[in-house]
């Protein structure tokens, strides 16, 4: 796995990380696109985290891989409310419509995506490695 995008895309399910007030807050996540050649990703404006997002715009995700391989990736994001970037993630997940169901018109949903970011493999037997996002 080149890229951390071929990485995440392995896994089912990854985990991000943000900040509310002082406290982290974990929570998985299953969808994820490459798009516009970065990472992009999905929520609701009714959730949590996209409050923690809109407050403090730094995560880290963290996704376990096999052979003792895990993945981090740090790094600011900017939420992406055009209909072009929520076409796409109905497009590349359609089962999305089954918690948006306005799907691109649905103005609770919102994509986000990485500004600034570094993703760095682990392993029990090597080195930490940083490696491409996409």
Same mark, same amino acid.
């Given at each position: 796995?080149?890229?951390?995008?071929? $990485?995440?895309?392995?896994?089912?399910? &990854?985990?991000?990380?943000?900040?509310?007030?002082?406290?982290?807050?974990?929570?998985?996540?299953? $969808?994820?696109?490459?798009?516009?050649? #970065? @990472?992009?990703?999905?929520?609701?404006?009714?959730?949590?985290?996209?409050?923690? @997002?809109?407050?403090?715009?730094?995560?880290?995700?963290?996704?376990?891989?096999?052979?003792?391989?895990? @993945?981090?990736?740090r790094g600011?994001?900017?939420?992406?409310?055009?209909?072009?970037?929520?076409?796409?993630? $109905?497009?590349?997940?359609?089962?999305?419509?089954?918690?948006?169901p306005k799907?691109?018109?649905?103005?609770? &949903?919102?994509? &986000?995506?990485?500004?600034?970011? #570094?993703?760095?493999? $682990?392993?029990?037997?090597?080195?930490?490695?940083?490696?491409? @996002?996409?």
């Open positions: 796995m080149d890229t951390a995008y071929d $990485f995440i895309k392995a896994s089912p399910v &990854f985990h991000i990380a943000t900040v509310d007030g002082k406290k982290a807050r974990v929570r998985p996540f299953s $969808f994820m696109m490459k798009w516009n050649n #970065t @990472l992009y990703f999905c929520t609701g404006k009714t959730k949590d985290v996209y409050k923690q @997002l809109k407050e403090n715009p730094d995560i880290e995700i963290s996704d376990m891989g096999a052979n003792n391989t895990w @993945l981090r990736i600011k994001i900017v939420f992406d409310e055009t209909r072009e970037s929520k076409a796409k993630a $109905f497009e590349q997940s359609p089962n999305l419509l089954g918690r948006y799907g691109v018109d649905d103005e609770t &949903f919102v994509t &986000f995506y990485f500004t600034e970011a #570094t993703a760095t493999l $682990f392993s029990f037997t090597a080195a930490p490695k940083n490696i491409p @996002l996409v």
